[in-house]
């Protein structure tokens, strides 16, 4: 395993967060209703999470020296809440998994500060994952 390869990664993850926060503010503008404001609520807060997220990610890309290289999606989110939560969630599974690797291959490398912080961006994940399944009422 090489650190090119780690950084490739950390660039798609951070392509992943990226789309993940433009989604999340778009959805917590277009949700309205007194019976999902909570919800609201959740997407607001997690986009200052994912910002977070991020902007760590790009400082670990320059500091392995590589380029931090934007490619977001843009696909237009759900209009329906319950199927915003849903899709959410579930790429709230993909991103554990993603930090799970990355924290594999920090480990390898010897980056053992960035294996422990990609162990904790995957944990917050989780947890984001399972707030929206409990707002779906799952």
Do not use: W
Not at 23 to 43: D, H, N, T
Not at 74 to 101: G, S
């Amino acid at each position: 395993m090489s650190e090119q390869k780690l950084i490739e990664g950390l660039n798609q993850q951070l392509n992943r967060e990226v789309s993940t926060f433009l989604r999340y503010m778009l959805q917590a503008a277009s949700i309205k209703g007194a019976e999902y404001e909570s919800v609201r609520q959740m997407y607001l807060e997690e986009v200052m999470d994912e910002v977070e997220h991020a902007q760590y990610l790009a400082n670990q890309i320059e500091m392995l020296g590589g380029k931090p290289e934007l490619d977001p999606d843009l696909t237009p989110p759900a209009e329906d809440v319950m199927d915003m939560l849903k899709n959410d969630a579930e790429e709230e599974k993909e991103d554990v998994k993603n930090y799970q690797q990355l924290a594999d291959m920090a480990e390898e490398e010897g980056l053992f500060s960035l294996k422990m912080h990609m162990e904790d961006q995957g944990a917050e994940e989780d947890e984001h994952g399972q707030e929206m399944r409990r707002l779906m009422g799952n």
